[in-house]
């Protein structure tokens, strides 16, 4: 079987490129998707009901921004990562080791909500350099997303 060309407007290379990009951003989305699940399985403490509910928000909203990145690298051309094995190699954010307590699983959730908002932010200017207004638009939600997901989890450590 043949591989069908793609023609729209953006070259092999960049859009190779821009793809890559966008597996880091899958790997970091779905590892920050597993973590935030797994703190609304786990959380504890006088903040159960508060944390519980917007882990469980999101959770859910991340989820389905795997599938709109993974979708955008197969529209580029190019097969998404999908093991824990690739998402392990090309992510940015840590495992949790245990079970953290409440303002410990806050602060890894903020470290992982910016870490995708880096990892997005650093793909930006090739996808705007390619004329990728799709991906730019997209890199662009997610930044809006996670930046206001970080702030609301901060929030939460003050005192």
Same mark, same amino acid.
């Given at each position: 079987?043949?591989?069908?060309?793609? *023609?729209?407007?953006?070259?092999?290379?960049?859009?190779?490129?821009?793809?890559?990009? &966008?597996?880091?951003?899958?790997?970091?989305?779905?590892?920050?998707?597993?973590?935030?699940?797994?703190?609304?399985?786990?959380?504890?403490?006088?903040?159960? /009901?508060? &944390?519980?509910?917007?882990?469980?928000?999101?959770?859910?909203?991340?989820?389905?921004?795997?599938?709109?990145?993974?979708?955008?690298?197969?529209?580029?051309?190019?097969?998404?990562?999908?093991?824990?094995? =690739?998402?392990?190699?090309?992510?940015?954010?840590?495992?949790?080791?245990?079970?953290? *307590?409440?303002?410990?699983?806050?602060? /890894?959730?903020?470290?992982? /909500?910016?870490?995708?908002?880096?990892? %997005?932010?650093?793909?930006?200017?090739?996808?705007?350099?390619?004329?990728?207004?799709?991906?730019?638009?997209?890199?662009? %939600?997610?930044?809006?997303?996670? =930046?206001?997901?970080?702030?609301? &989890?901060?929030? &939460?450590? =003050?005192?």
């Amino acid at each position: 079987m043949s591989k069908t060309t793609i *023609n729209i407007g953006i070259s092999e290379k960049d859009r190779k490129k821009i793809a890559e990009g &966008l597996s880091h951003m899958l790997a970091d989305t779905y590892t920050l998707y597993l973590k935030t699940h797994n703190f609304h399985w786990n959380v504890t403490g006088p903040m159960f /009901q508060t &944390l519980h509910l917007m882990f469980m928000t999101q959770y859910n909203e991340i989820w389905l921004a795997v599938d709109m990145v993974a979708e955008r690298i197969r529209g580029l051309g190019y097969p998404a990562p999908g093991t824990y094995k =690739e998402f392990a190699a090309l992510s940015s954010i840590k495992d949790a080791s245990g079970v953290p *307590n409440a303002k410990e699983m806050i602060r /890894q959730l903020v470290d992982g /909500q910016e870490a995708v908002v880096r990892t %997005a932010r650093k793909l930006l200017p090739v996808a705007e350099k390619a004329g990728d207004q799709p991906t730019v638009d997209l890199l662009s %939600a997610r930044m809006m997303v996670h =930046e206001q997901n970080a702030w609301m &989890l901060r929030s &939460l450590l =003050e005192e």
